[in-house]
């Protein structure tokens, strides 16, 4: 099952026993899925907190226009039917506060524009065994989101060579943990070497500020990726549109 769709189903309420198997140990596993089921969590609770006096005035308010200038018993017939329509109007107002602009902050501006950014720079084949390289065991971490050990493997890497991508990975396995701070180091590193990722560098380092709350940061770096015009233009300039 797509992890979209657990994580959707589990906010539901619906995840079967199997389902929740399945969830439980994404969220073990998985750092980027738990950081995002945790982000969820808290983007729902802002929203509770902040919509709940505004949806009891608009329940109320609907409820008494259902029920008023009306005889007994045309209330005791109505009731069921203001109550359907009272829980119509709050999904309703749910579904518009979460698909919206309402909630721009810099965090929910992260979560938007996030994606993990491919291994693009070693192929790795599906069991060959005589590949015991280390390269081969840091970007199998990365790709399977073992962060962790893709960080050791890396470092050690970047020991042995000058590749560098390698600081490149290191920033992205830092982001998806959430060490922002040691993320956007990394990628200063390749911006200040004209490294080949560069600009995909601007990009994350704009993201990571964006995750700290640092919006003038961010803002500086993807006036710079608009300005060179070639990577994630057009998602910079939106996102530059929505932060000011």
Same mark, same amino acid.
């Given at each position: 099952m797509d992890k979209e769709e657990l994580v959707l189903k589990y906010f539901d309420g619906s995840l079967?026993?199997?389902?929740?198997?399945?969830?439980?140990?994404?969220?073990?596993?998985?750092?980027?899925?738990?950081?995002q089921v945790e982000f969820e969590k808290d983007v729902k609770?802002?929203?509770?907190? &902040?919509?709940?006096?505004?949806?009891?005035?608009?329940?109320?308010?609907?409820?008494s226009e259902l029920s008023g200038g009306s005889t007994q018993k045309n209330r005791t017939f109505w009731k069921p039917l203001s109550i359907a329509a009272s829980i119509a109007l709050l999904?309703?107002?749910?579904?518009f506060v979460f698909n919206s602009d309402v909630f721009n902050g810099t965090a929910e501006l992260y979560a938007s524009n996030y994606e993990k950014y491919p291994n693009t720079v070693y192929t790795i084949t599906r069991g060959d065994a005589t590949d015991e390289s280390l390269e081969r065991l840091a970007f199998e971490a990365y790709e399977t989101n073992d962060y962790d050990a893709a960080i050791t493997y890396l470092t050690e890497l970047k020991e042995k060579t000058r590749l560098d991508y390698v600081d490149f990975y290191l920033g992205q396995a830092y982001l998806a943990k959430g060490a922002n701070l040691k993320a956007i180091n990394k990628f200063q590193e390749i911006i200040s070497i004209n490294s080949e990722f560069k600009d995909e560098a601007y990009?994350?380092?704009?993201?990571?500020?964006? &995750? @700290?709350?640092?919006?003038?940061?961010?803002?500086?770096?993807?006036?710079? @990726?608009?300005?060179?015009?070639?990577? &994630?233009?057009?998602?910079?300039?939106? @996102?530059?549109?929505?932060?000011?």
């Open positions: 079967t026993e199997e389902e929740k198997v399945v969830f439980d140990q994404l969220v073990e596993s998985d750092a980027e899925f738990k950081s609770s802002v929203i509770r907190n &902040k919509e709940n006096d505004s949806h009891k005035k608009k329940l109320q308010g609907f409820e999904i309703g107002v749910s579904w990009w994350y380092a704009a993201l990571s500020h964006l &995750k @700290l709350d640092q919006k003038k940061e961010a803002e500086i770096l993807l006036m710079e @990726l608009v300005k060179m015009g070639t990577y &994630k233009m057009k998602e910079a300039t939106d @996102l530059l549109e929505k932060l000011n």
